[in-house]
């Protein structure tokens, strides 16, 4: 069993930057790859970012690559998204989850946080 709670969101200008923490309890955390997703008012549950148990691969979707970076420390049981550059577009509930990768694209596993928003101003 693995629980997740996402925290670091908030209200930023346009430009700014935030660092969205995704905190895991569970002996077996480290050996997940976990991604980020997101998801803005009216539009369909979107991937972000992902990164493998290691920590050796990561994978972004294009709209963010370049501007986001995930990273994890296992030894707190910690995945990270350092969001530079913020843009409104930008503006969601972002999620942590576990995920497996199918064909080229990653997607969501059995455990999911609750969310944290983030809103971009202009």
């Known amino acids: 069993q693995v629980q997740l709670v996402e925290s670091g969101g908030g209200l930023v200008q346009a430009g700014g930057s935030l660092r969205l923490s995704c905190a895991a309890s569970?002996?077996?955390?480290?050996?997940?790859?976990v991604g980020w997703f997101r998801q803005a008012p009216g539009k369909e549950r979107e991937f972000v970012a992902t990164i493998t148990w290691s920590g050796d691969s990561t994978y972004y979707a294009d709209s963010v690559k370049g501007r986001f970076t995930i990273s994890r420390d296992n030894a707190k049981n910690t995945v990270y998204l350092q969001m530079n550059s913020l843009k409104p577009e930008d503006t969601a509930v972002y999620y942590c989850?576990?995920?497996?990768?199918?064909?080229?694209?990653?997607?969501?596993?059995?455990?999911w946080g609750q969310g944290t928003q983030v809103t971009v101003s202009s």
């Open positions: 989850a576990t995920v497996y990768p199918y064909g080229s694209s990653w997607y969501g596993d059995d455990y």
């Open positions: 569970g002996r077996t955390f480290s050996s997940y790859a």
